[in-house]
C-alpha cells in the first residue's frame, strides 16, 4: 500500500559526496516520521538518521557533521545528504517510514528494497 523508492547510491572516493533520495508513494494520508538506515556486509541493519515530520533530527554519531537528512513533505520524500564519506560507510542504505494509509487511523512501517553506496579508500 506504501512503496518507498530510494536512488542516489552509487560508487566514490574517500572524501566525496552522495545524496540519497526516497520517494514514498501509495494509499498515503499522513507521512510520519522518516529515516536512513544502512547495513554493511556481515553486520546488523543501524540507524543512519531520522527526521519528524516537523524537521527534528537524530543522527547516528558516526555520522553526526557529515550527513544530513531533510524531507520534503509535500512530496513525501526524504533525503540523506552524505558528505566527508569514509569506506567505512559501505553499506546498503535504506529507507524507511511511518505512514498512516487513507481510510485508517494507525501508524505502519514500511522500507524501500535498499540501495548500495560503496566508497573507497
Known amino acids: 500500500q506504501v512503496q518507498l523508492a530510494e536512488s542516489g547510491g552509487g560508487f566514490v572516493q574517500a572524501g566525496g559526496s552522495l545524496r540519497l533520495s526516497c520517494a514514498a508513494s501509495?494509499?498515503?494520508?499522513?507521512?510520519?516520521?522518516m529515516g536512513w538506515y544502512r547495513q554493511a556486509p556481515g553486520k546488523q541493519r543501524e540507524l543512519v538518521a531520522t527526521?519528524?515530520?516537523?524537521?527534528?533530527?537524530n543522527y547516528a554519531d558516526s555520522v553526526k557533521g557529515r550527513f544530513t537528512i531533510s524531507r520534503d513533505n509535500a512530496k513525501n520524500t526524504v533525503y540523506l545528504q552524505m558528505n566527508g564519506l569514509k569506506p567505512e560507510d559501505t553499506a546498503v542504505y535504506y529507507c524507511?517510514?511511518?505512514?498512516?494509509?487513507?481510510?485508517?487511523?494507525?501508524?505502519?512501517?514500511?522500507w524501500g528494497q535498499g540501495t548500495q553506496v560503496t566508497v573507497s579508500s
Open positions: 524507511s517510514g511511518s505512514f498512516v494509509l487513507v481510510g485508517g487511523y494507525n501508524e505502519y512501517a514500511y
Open positions: 501509495g494509499s498515503i494520508f499522513i507521512t510520519k516520521a
Open positions: 527526521i519528524t515530520r516537523r524537521g527534528s533530527t
